[in-house]
């Protein structure tokens, strides 16, 4: 069997952190099996649905590094959809309905009052037909047996149909609700594993059915716990974070699939540099059913770290061109962004304006001053700087370090000067010292 899977998003808006968690678990999955993973629009709501998200979902996917092998778009499968609906209709599994909502909401209110179930009831098949009006459509529920399924991360489940309201699958104007589309699509697109929220558990309740009464058999299911902010709720931030304030943040796509390829789980968190191990690791088997948080500052630390091993090769074209890989080497430990190597170029190449210098380090750069032009800077330059210049004024330590780490880079910190000061032309260097 060849796994596939399917992202499904309705083009209503650009991805946030949720979604994209959907979209790589699913894409972990395929590629984990060697299967298929399919982008599908579910743009079956033309009104709230925007060309202008269609592009920016695939362009969100390619930044993030989800390949797709497929894609299929709701809106340019309505025939299908037709014609399926057809069938079932003729089987009696969908069946027309003329109430109002009015009329359904008092409906409610009366069972809520005898306390029971607000359960649609389903009217005797001799019923008046109100002419003149259109009807919406409604699934039948089969209420022989029990709905059950093993989720791959739920485990057992199981549904009482008669509990269930037959759920509305067709409005009165023609146009569909989510459910029986992507039934559909599923079946068509041959699609083996179900990968989403919790919120769509009791979707799957009714749609096991539709994939039966289609004469399909389902697809293995993995409801995952939902995504929740840092304050314990699902937080309009998290619900709006989409993928463009992520990158302007300087966050990197593998540090945010690091992280939500563990979020949810008790898997460690790690600083990988690419998806392949997610990839090897990704098991339904590991997420709990506890609501996963999501805190921004994690992620940011996360992408720190894994720029402190992220090689050249890979941010090269984001580099300004004074940064070589030798600098980026020595430098990366010190960045929270790709883009802050730019802070860098003129700690290599100036202009740097000196910092003031206090009396006490008067010494120290003085001698390094004289030292300097003596020194090979091709060999270890760093360590016969501070060599000399500790036998000649007896300063060690941090008297000896900070001075000229100041002088020759006009910071207090930043990188380990042995590997900084042989990417500092030797010329530069020299007119620091002698400036400070
Ligand atoms: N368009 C649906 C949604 O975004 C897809 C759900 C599904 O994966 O079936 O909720």
Redesign the pocket.
């Known amino acids: 069997m060849t796994v596939v899977t ?5 083009p209503t808006g650009t991805l946030h952190v949720g ?1 994209v968690r ?1 979209a790589l678990h699913n894409w972990l999955w395929a590629r984990k099996h060697g299967g298929r993973f399919l982008l ?1 629009i ?1 743009d079956t709501d033309l009104e709230r649905s925007q060309e202008d998200y269609v592009d920016a979902i695939r362009a969100d996917l390619a930044w993030l590094g989800f390949d797709i092998d497929g894609e299929e778009r709701q809106s340019a499968r309505f025939a299908l959809y037709e014609a399926e609906f057809d069938k079932l209709k003729a089987a009696g599994r969908v069946y027309a309905c003329y109430e109002t909502p009015e009329e359904l909401d008092i409906r409610r209110k009366i069972l809520l009052s005898r306390g029971l179930p607000p359960v649609y009831e389903r009217k005797a098949a001799d019923a008046p037909v109100p002419v003149g009006v259109a009807p919406h459509w409604r699934f039948r529920l089969d209420h022989d047996a029990p709905i059950e399924w093993t989720d791959m991360v739920r485990g057992e489940q199981n549904f009482e149909p008669k509990t269930m309201s037959d759920p509305v699958v067709r409005r009165a104007d023609g146009s569909w609700l ?1 459910l029986l589309p ?1 039934v559909i699509d ?1 079946i068509a697109m041959g699609i083996t594993h ?4 919790e ?2 558990v009791s ?1 799957t309740a009714t749609q096991i059915q539709m994939f039966a009464a289609l004469g399909a058999t389902p697809p293995r299911f993995a409801h995952e716990a939902l995504l929740v902010g840092t304050e314990g709720k699902l937080s309009k931030r998290l619900g709006s974070l989409g993928m463009a304030s992520l990158r302007d943040a300087g966050i990197e796509p593998i540090a945010l699939a690091a992280l939500l390829a563990r979020l949810g789980t008790s898997d460690p968190v790690e600083p990988v540099t690419s998806l392949a191990p997610l990839i090897e690791h990704i098991d339904f088997t590991r997420f709990g059913r506890a609501p996963a948080r999501f805190d921004e500052a994690e992620l940011a630390l996360l992408n720190q770290k894994i720029l402190h091993h992220t090689g050249y090769e890979a941010v090269a074209n984001r580099l300004p061109a004074a940064i070589t890989a030798a600098r980026w080497h020595a430098i990366r430990p010190n960045l929270m962004t790709v883009a802050e190597a730019a802070d860098w170029t003129a700690v290599f190449d100036g202009p740097l304006t000196p910092p003031p210098v206090e009396d006490m380090d008067r010494a120290v750069l003085d001698s390094a001053a004289a030292a300097a032009p003596a020194i090979d800077w091709s060999a270890d330059p760093w360590h016969a700087l501070t060599t000399a210049v500790k036998e000649a004024t007896g300063a060690k330590g941090r008297a000896l370090f900070l001075p000229l780490r100041r002088a020759l880079t006009g910071r207090d910190h930043g990188p380990d000067m042995a590997e900084l000061l042989p990417l500092i032309a030797k010329d530069q260097a020299i007119a620091r010292l002698a400036a400070s």
Not at 6 to 10: D, E, Q, T, V
Not at 194 to 197: E, K, P, S
């Open positions: 399917r992202f499904a998003p309705s979604n959907t599908r579910d989510y992507s599923d179900v990968v989403r929220g919120d769509h979707n």
